[in-house]
């Protein structure tokens, strides 16, 4: 896969009509405790449409982006096919270094430190109709880690895999009211699903989202249901900066 999405990534940012995107994005999440600031840069590539459709073109986008909350670090690759601007599929891989022990983890009976690799495929969609919006994303993420004597910890999921590799299923989605030109309101589901180790953690919350004009800021609140069946009080906060938008809606 690493060397199809290098391929693809030459073959899309080598076409001279191609178009850049870049953004940085940093969360916060009360519980379970965590954060990161990531970047990310693209160029797309519109295969069909006019310069004055709003919606109505599909376009082929190359990525890079890194992540780090300091002791867990990533670098990825992605490669994304929007046949129309409001749904996409994509796939990519992504190499995680961690170094640390994982909150709400047993370090000792499951693989917290070390290098992840990731890859995945996924499909996002977003829709809109006069004020009400909604957004979902599945993305299935294969897992493997080099200790394959025990268990390993997902840290951005909570959830646990199976040793040396698993399957991580993800599926978000958001339904929310744009208020006005700065404020809307909405709901947003998150749910984690581990294939082979049969474990999983769900979050709900409300939000209120700021939208400035380069930059959003998303402040959320509601539950963390843990691999343990256990429920938590959960807040969230997202910050998100697009320096160019590119050819993405989302």
Not at 22 to 41: D, E, H, K, L
Not at 94 to 116: I, W
Request: hydrophobic content about 40%.
């Amino acid at each position: 896969m690493k060397k199809i999405l290098t391929l693809l990534c030459f073959t899309i940012s080598s076409f001279t009509f191609a178009v850049t995107d870049y953004s940085a994005t940093s969360v916060v999440r009360s519980y379970t405790p965590g954060f990161f600031t990531a970047g990310t840069v693209g160029e797309s590539y519109k295969i069909w449409g006019q310069d004055n459709h709003k919606v109505n073109y599909g376009f082929l986008r190359a990525s890079a982006a890194a992540q780090t909350s300091f002791v867990v670090n990533s670098m990825m690759g992605q490669v994304d096919f929007y046949p129309i601007s409001f749904w996409g599929f994509y796939a990519g891989k992504d190499l995680t270094y961690r170094d640390f022990d994982v909150f709400t983890f047993d370090c000792e009976k499951v693989s917290c430190r070390g290098k992840m690799d990731r890859d995945y495929v996924g499909s996002r969609m977003a829709l809109a109709y006069k004020n009400i919006f909604a957004f979902g994303e599945f993305r299935a993420i294969h897992e493997t880690v080099k200790d394959k004597s025990k268990p390993f910890a997902d840290e951005r999921s909570t959830t646990i895999g199976g040793p040396g590799k698993d399957t991580l299923h993800r599926l978000d989605a958001v339904i929310g009211y744009k208020i006005n030109d700065q404020y809307a309101a909405g709901y947003l589901m998150h749910r984690n699903v581990m294939q082979k180790y049969e474990n999983s953690t769900h979050m709900n919350q409300g939000f209120v989202r700021y939208q400035g004009q380069d930059w959003s800021l998303l402040v959320g609140a509601g539950t963390f249901r843990s691999r343990n069946d256990q429920l938590f009080y959960s807040s969230l906060f997202m910050f998100q900066w697009a320096g160019a938008k590119g050819l993405l809606l989302f």
